[in-house]
């Protein structure tokens, strides 16, 4: 895997900040929002000073129920290309269902949302990620997501289901270190067995970011500094392996450069902090195996001694680091042929538990058969559907789900669609004022997103002017002329954009 070193999330906002930062080696840009056609130009000078650009995917649903969409797939390969990516990233999450699949009407949560870690799950996103690695011209790696609810009946812990995930399909990971910290906080998941449980050799790079607790939840923001906590977990991945590239992500309430250039020296001293612990601990290794082979008998099996050191020294350390050191040498041992190993999942056998031989079957035999991929396809999506449903819709939460955290979901859900919706049509909460948000709230309350944030912005003034809202005669007037504008096959004038500023002007010389 290429070497990335230290980057940082780019967006518009601080496009000017990230060109002028010492130190930054390459950049991540939102797939979704760069155009392969007709790049940023401060994308394109980065690209032409030799700054590495890695698109990173957020609509895919790669661990949704349904295949990958072609036209995603499509758009995503573009960008890569436009950009001379060496891999592309994506989640390991879904975010929409239902529709033909379920027989049900189709939902977007407009919001990255956690799959079970369940067999069936497992089945559809290694399937689904075959099929996008297929579609695209570059690697993929996929990222852990943060989490606010737990689903019920899970098979596996993270640790387990990237693992498996990663020895059935060849995914390389991009590790949240941020995401860790927050499901240990909301879902008592403990960062250290996660990390002890992971395929370290698969990961492709690492996510750094900072967020907020808030009533004993922690929100993954990406508008806060990065807490203690998180360089910790960042520091325990380092002193187990040394990651080809850290990067940090801010998406929001941007600060001064200069506090973005602190967050990344953090950064770069956590690196450090574990790179030394790291080397402490082969320097250690190397002592216990070097005093082993003194007093090993001549002729006594030195190369099988080696072949288990080696998998000391790959081993991770704490939680599951013994059964993940067997797995390297399982490898090795196989590429070797030394027999009675089996040549693909052994590590998962090795975990010795049901999870584990499904998946040396599964890697040893190839991918579960076509009809067991779509029979679990189709638990999965009635499943997603209807969580997804009780999160936008406001049906009934389904069983085993806990209904608090199913509700702080839901308002965390319309809160980030009102602030999307905010961002992509800003002439509405300019003509509504500071009726905006309580407005959207009470729309979304009753009408779910099927098609996007574009198109929720429209279908939001189409519902206000047809209950007659805004009360304020010259704002609804205001709205009418915005929807009119956006709604049809083309703009009504030959000049949009100038009604639109006499409209946005006349609503703010109202405040």
């Known amino acids: ?60 649903g790669l661990g ?102 990663a020895d059935r399909t060849g995914v390389r990971l991009l590790i949240d270190v941020a995401n860790l910290h927050t499901n240990h906080v909301n ?36 508008a806060h500094p990065v807490p203690r906590p998180v360089l910790d977990i960042l520091t325990d991945l380092a002193s187990r392996v040394s990651p080809p590239g850290v990067l940090l992500e801010r998406d929001d309430n941007f600060p001064e450069p200069a506090e973005l250039e602190s967050e990344l020296g953090a950064i770069r001293r956590a690196l450090e902090a574990g790179a030394v612990e790291r080397v402490k601990t082969e320097l250690r290794s190397a002592a216990i195996a070097t005093a082993a082979r003194r007093t090993e008998p001549e002729g006594g099996g030195s190369e099988l001694f080696g072949e288990v050191d080696a998998g000391r020294r790959e081993r991770t350390r704490g ?5 993940l050191g067997a797995a390297a040498l399982a490898r090795r041992q196989a590429a070797r042929g030394v027999p009675g190993e089996a040549p693909a999942g052994a590590g998962a056998a090795r975990r010795g538990d049901e999870t584990g031989a499904a998946g040396a079957t599964r890697g040893a035999f190839g991918p579960p058969p076509q009809e067991g991929v779509d029979e679990a396809r189709q638990r999965l999506g009635l499943a997603q559907a209807a969580l997804l449903s009780a ?6 939460v389904p069983e085993g789900f806990d ?39 009470g729309y979304a309350q009753s009408h779910p ?37 956006r709604s049809g096959p083309a703009p009504r004038s030959g000049r949009p954009v100038h009604r639109l500023a006499r409209a946005t002007r006349r609503a703010l010389s109202r405040r």
């Open 1 to 60: 895997m290429e070497r990335l070193g230290t980057g940082i999330g780019w967006r518009p906002e601080i496009a000017d900040a990230v060109e002028r930062m010492p130190g930054i080696d390459w950049v991540e840009a939102v797939a979704e929002n760069v155009c392969s056609g007709h790049l940023p130009d401060s994308l394109r000078r980065l690209r032409e000073r030799g700054v590495c650009v890695v698109p990173h995917g957020v609509s895919l």
């Open 64 to 165: 949704g129920a349904d295949r990958p969409d072609a036209g995603r797939l499509t758009a995503l390969a573009e960008r890569a290309e436009a950009l001379g990516a060496p891999l592309v990233t994506e989640h390991i999450a879904f975010v929409r269902a239902g529709g033909p699949l379920t027989a049900s009407p189709r939902l977007e949560a407009g919001h990255l949302l956690p799959v079970p870690r369940t067999r069936d799950a497992l089945d559809v996103l290694c399937e689904n990620v075959r099929i996008a690695q297929d579609a695209l011209p570059v690697p993929l790696a996929v990222e852990n997501i943060a989490a606010l609810i737990c689903w019920p009946g899970e098979e596996m812990t993270e640790g387990q289901f990237l693992y498996d995930l």
């Open 187 to 222: 879902r008592g998941e403990d960062p250290a067995k996660a990390l002890a449980e992971l395929p370290l050799e698969a990961i492709a790079y690492v996510h750094v970011a900072g967020g907020v607790e808030r009533d004993g939840v922690w929100h993954d923001s990406h």
């Open 319 to 323: 939680g599951d680091g013994e059964l």
């Open 391 to 396: 999160l936008v819709a406001g049906t009934p």
């Open 403 to 441: 209904r608090t955290r199913v509700g702080v979901q839901a308002r965390a859900l319309a809160a980030k669609r009102a602030d999307v919706v905010a961002k992509v049509a800003p002439e509405l909460p300019v003509i509504l004022g500071e009726g905006y948000r309580p407005a959207f709230l």
């Open 449 to 485: 997103m099927t098609d996007g944030y574009r198109r929720d912005a429209l279908t939001f003034a189409e519902h206000l002017l047809s209950t007659g809202r805004p009360a304020d005669t010259r704002a609804r007037r205001d709205l009418r002329e915005w929807w009119l504008e």
